[in-house]
């Protein structure tokens, strides 16, 4: 249980960045530093459980659990890189914050659904 409020924690964590440390911002993309998004997104999967990970990794049964359905999407959308700076990453903040809200509402119910899949 304590890993799950830890997940939510970061999570909040990496909105906030997005929406606050952004080092350039225009209209609904804003420019957040590749460094500052990794150090967040590197403790969140190091909180997830061994088989929720092995869920993300798989192409099967994702649709029945939303949240890894979108955190497949949300890591997929924070690893866009802007094309003259390497070191920034292209964040369509009305999305992310969408699916990191989609995230922090399921996956505690997913989670539990995971670990009894593979434990039974």
Same mark, same amino acid.
Do not use: A, G, Q, S
């Given at each position: 249980m304590a890993d799950i409020i830890a997940i939510k !924690?970061? #999570?909040k964590k990496l909105q906030k960045i997005i929406n606050f440390d952004a080092d350039f911002k225009f209209g609904g993309i804003y420019l957040v530093k590749k460094r500052k998004i990794d150090d967040i997104t590197c403790c969140i999967i190091a909180s997830l459980p061994d088989s929720y990970k092995k869920m993300l990794k798989t192409k099967n049964d994702v649709q029945k659990y939303s949240s890894v359905l979108s955190y497949g999407l949300l890591s997929k959308l924070l690893a866009r890189k802007f094309f003259l700076d390497k070191n920034l990453c292209m964040v369509n903040v009305n999305e992310v914050n969408k699916l990191i809200g989609a995230v922090l509402m399921t996956i505690e119910? !997913? =989670?539990? *659904? =995971?670990? !009894? #899949?593979? *434990?039974s």
């Open positions: !924690d970061y #999570l119910r !997913d =989670i539990k *659904n =995971i670990e !009894d #899949l593979f *434990n």
